[in-house]
């Protein structure tokens, strides 16, 4: 069975600290996606790595692949309150109809 | 705003009623779908739609039936629905089928009594 499964679910960090959210998949591929949701807000496309060793950074959150552990890694640093969200990751399994596989979410607080 | 509406944004509906969720791509793109987002569930896709064409239905319940009469436009329209039915059902919408790069709504919170 497919599992996309991310580590912690929930992460309660304090501002200026650093942290690391784990993506693990159990299937090959070489695309993943990860998202950010707000409450009550839509998913916003973060990052989009698209092959193996691909790192990609935006301000305070970096973005890594290894597609030969199956894992990607999203990585914190200095955290600030506006971080606060629920992060997932996606895995792009492939095949003719644009299939995504969504992670459970981390639920990431950062206290002041 | 991401380019992808729905509505309502909240929708309480009891197991005999018929309703109908919407949504709307403002991005020119080929593609829509439906995800169902259950609490500590990860989010479920239930439909891709490509050129107004079903290319996959991920074993939904009948009691969901969606219709894409165009493809800047997605109903998902909803009849007997049980109460773990309730979740949050988002829309998405991507340049074309197997372009996974997807913009998602804000989500139609659905609670079903």
């Known amino acids: 069975e497919l599992k996309v499964e991310q580590n912690p679910l929930f992460l309660s960090m304090q501002e200026g600290k650093n942290y690391t959210i784990y993506c693990n998949y159990s299937t090959t591929s070489d695309r993943l996606y990860w998202y950010r949701q707000d409450p009550g807000k839509s998913l916003e496309s973060l990052f989009v790595?698209?092959?193996?060793?691909a790192v990609k950074q935006e301000g305070r959150l970096m973005a890594s692949l290894d597609t030969k552990a199956r894992l990607s890694t999203l990585h914190i640093t200095a955290a600030v309150h506006d971080l606060s969200a629920t992060y997932f990751c996606a895995v792009d399994i492939g095949g003719a109809t644009n299939k995504l596989i969504f992670g459970t979410g981390t639920l990431l607080a950062v206290q002041p | 705003e991401t380019g992808v509406t729905q509505t309502p944004r909240h929708l309480v509906m009891g197991m005999t009623n018929k309703k109908s969720l919407k949504c709307e791509q403002h991005?020119?793109?080929?593609?829509m779908y439906w995800y169902k987002q259950s609490a500590k569930k990860p989010l479920e896709l239930m439909f891709v739609y490509s050129l107004e064409e079903r290319v996959e239905n991920n074993s939904v319940p009948s009691r969901f039936s969606p219709e894409c009469p165009n493809s800047s436009h997605l109903f998902l329209h909803l009849h007997t629905l049980q109460p773990e039915d309730s979740a949050l059902y988002l829309c998405a919408s991507s340049r074309r089928v197997g372009w996974t790069e997807a913009f998602f709504g804000q989500g139609t919170r659905l609670t079903v009594v």
């Open positions: 991005l020119g793109h080929n593609a």
């Open positions: 790595l698209l092959s193996n060793g």
